[in-house]
């Protein structure tokens, strides 16, 4: 019954970030950063007590790395940006992303 409910409430904070995320970026806005940065990983950066500030940070260095504690830094799926463009599939990657990242996944379980 706990992971049912430790699921419901990754759902609604889920929905949270990609809602207040759509407020600041249009969908079209964060495929065209990705596409600006396609040798770079972009990343939506949130806390996941305060999920109505997602934020959109490119690491120009390298030096960042897929984060799911407190501070999420969930990479944004490029697949559906440069190989595939789609935007509804970037959107569903997306949101798979920030739902797996809440749940604690490996890296290696995300889209890319």
């Keep these: ?27 079209d806005e964060i495929m065209q950063t990705v596409r600006k940065n ?3 990983s972009v990343y939506l950066c949130v806390k996941r007590s305060k999920p109505e500030s ?14 799911c504690d407190e501070t999420l ?6 697949k559906f940006v440069i190989l595939e463009p789609d935007k509804l599939y970037f959107e569903m990657t997306l949101r798979a ?4 990242a809440l749940n604690g996944a490996e890296e290696r379980e995300l889209h890319h």
Aim: net charge neutral.
């Design 38 to 40: 396609r040798d770079k």
């Design 73 to 78: 830094m969930i990479p944004i799926p490029k």
């Design 97 to 100: 992303n920030i739902m797996l």
């Design 1 to 27: 019954m706990e992971a049912v409910e430790e699921t419901d409430t990754n759902s609604k904070i889920a929905d949270k970030i990609l809602e207040n995320l759509m407020r600041v970026y249009s969908i």
């Design 54 to 67: 997602p934020k959109i940070f490119v690491d120009s260095n390298g030096n960042h790395c897929y984060r």
